[in-house]
Nanobody, 122 residues
Framework: QVQLVESGGGLVQAGDSLRLSCAVS????????MGWFRQAPGQEREFVAV????????HYGDSAKGRFAISRDNAKDTVYLHLNSLSPEDTGLYYC???????????????WGQGTQVTVSS
C-alpha cells in the first residue's frame, strides 16, 4: 500500500518560513520524481515544485521561484519543501505527489498525499 504523509504545515505570519515534509512508503522512492502542489479554497490545484529522482534537477512554478526550495533524502524516503518569505497568498493545502517523470501537471502524478495546511496571516 502506497502512502504519502505530509507534515509541517501550520499558522505563520507573513515573512516567516516553514519546512514541509512528505514521508513515503510502499514504493521505491528513489525511482520516483516527487512534486509539491498547493490548492487554495475555490481554486485549482497549482504546481509548486518537482525534483528529479536523484536530485540532479528541480523545476518550480512561477509562484515558488526564488522563495521555495525542494529537496529530498532518498535514505529516508522523504521529500521536503522549504517555504521562505511567506505571504498570505501562499495560504492553501500543500500536497506531495509521486510521478514517473518530471511533471508539472497534476495529471502526471500517480500517488498523492492528503495534504498539510499552510495558513499565512498578514
Amino acid at each position: 500500500q502506497v502512502q504519502l504523509v505530509e507534515s509541517g504545515g501550520g499558522l505563520v505570519q507573513a515573512g516567516d518560513s516553514l519546512r514541509l515534509s512528505c514521508a513515503v512508503s510502499g514504493l521505491t522512492f528513489s525511482m520516483y520524481y516527487m512534486g509539491w502542489f498547493r490548492q487554495a479554497p475555490g481554486q485549482e490545484r497549482e504546481f509548486v515544485a518537482v525534483i528529479h529522482w536523484n536530485s540532479v534537477s528541480t523545476h518550480y512554478g512561477d509562484s515558488a521561484k526564488g522563495r521555495f526550495a525542494i529537496s529530498r533524502d532518498n535514505a529516508k524516503d522523504t521529500v521536503y519543501l522549504h517555504l521562505n518569505s511567506l505571504s498570505p497568498e501562499d495560504t492553501g493545502l500543500y500536497y506531495c505527489a509521486a510521478s514517473t517523470y518530471l511533471a508539472d501537471n497534476p495529471n502526471g502524478y500517480d500517488y498523492w498525499g492528503q495534504g498539510t495546511q499552510v495558513t499565512v496571516s498578514s
